[in-house]
Nanobody, 125 residues
Framework: QVQLVESGGGLVQAGGSLRLSCAAS????????MAWFRQAPGREREFVAA????????YYADSVKGRFTISRVNAQNTVYLQMNSLKPENADVYFC??????????????????WGQGTQVSVSA
């Protein structure tokens, strides 16, 4: 089992920045690919960004490219999502997810085995 705990959410003005953190425990963190998803009330959970276990590969949803950056520090069992130039439409609950490392990229939530409980991001206009 992998336990994931997100933090760093909050309220920010449009154009501002937030950095989300996800602390992992339970298994060898460096064996897992990590990702961030987002979900609005009544909507499906959507892919935001992902990073391979060694940080050698990152990929993003088109809507956040150039504004969001995913990173990880394996020695600290932590993955981050730096969010810049935030827009009101970025306001959602953000979830951290983990999957045992694979050779293929995926944006599908069903490919991730472990999830945190989410952190709320609110953006005022």
């Amino acid at each position: 089992q992998v336990q994931l705990v997100e933090s760093g959410g909050g309220l920010v003005q449009a154009g501002g920045s937030l950095r989300l953190s996800c602390a992992a425990s339970g298994r060898t963190f460096s064996n897992y690919d990590m990702a961030w998803f987002r979900q609005a009330p009544g909507r499906e959970r959507e892919f935001v960004a992902a990073i391979s276990r060694s940080s050698g590969s990152t990929y993003y949803a088109d809507s956040v490219k150039g504004r969001f950056t995913i990173s990880r520090v394996n020695a600290q069992n932590t993955v981050y999502l730096q969010m810049n130039s935030l827009k009101p439409e970025n306001a959602d609950v953000y979830f951290c997810a983990a999957r045992f490392t694979q050779s293929f990229r995926t944006t599908r939530l069903e490919d991730y085995s472990y999830w945190g409980q989410g952190t709320q991001v609110s953006v005022s206009a």
